[in-house]
């Protein structure tokens, strides 16, 4: 998940300090050595975190796990 992460706070082009201030702003008590920690797999991620993150990226929850169930079918993409 933290490859996934990493890859949301890159697109948005937020650091990492900027990011974990927005999610204090939203409430969620988190520092940047933790999330750094979320990012490499060290930590496991609060579910408080994580509905902010959706909320900030504007995304699914799966987009958080995509390519970490092995036995997950393959999203469709649309033909033209």
Same mark, same amino acid.
């Given at each position: 998940?933290?490859?996934?992460?990493?890859? @949301? !706070?890159?697109?948005?082009?937020?650091?990492?300090?900027?990011?974990?201030?927005? @999610?204090?702003? !939203?409430?969620?008590?988190?520092?940047?050595?933790?999330?750094?920690?979320?990012? !490499?797999?060290?930590?496991?991620? !609060?579910?408080?975190? @994580?509905?902010?993150?959706?909320?900030?990226?504007?995304?699914?929850?799966?987009?958080?796990?995509?390519? @970490?169930?092995?036995?997950?079918?393959?999203?469709?993409?649309?033909?033209?």
């Amino acid at each position: 998940m933290g490859d996934n992460l990493k890859k @949301l !706070r890159l697109e948005h082009k937020l650091s990492q300090e900027k990011l974990c201030a927005e @999610l204090q702003c !939203r409430g969620c008590d988190i520092g940047r050595t933790t999330y750094e920690k979320y990012e !490499r797999g060290e930590l496991n991620i !609060r579910i408080s975190v @994580l509905i902010e993150l959706r909320k900030i990226y504007d995304c699914t929850y799966d987009t958080f796990f995509e390519g @970490l169930d092995p036995h997950a079918p393959k999203p469709e993409t649309k033909e033209e």
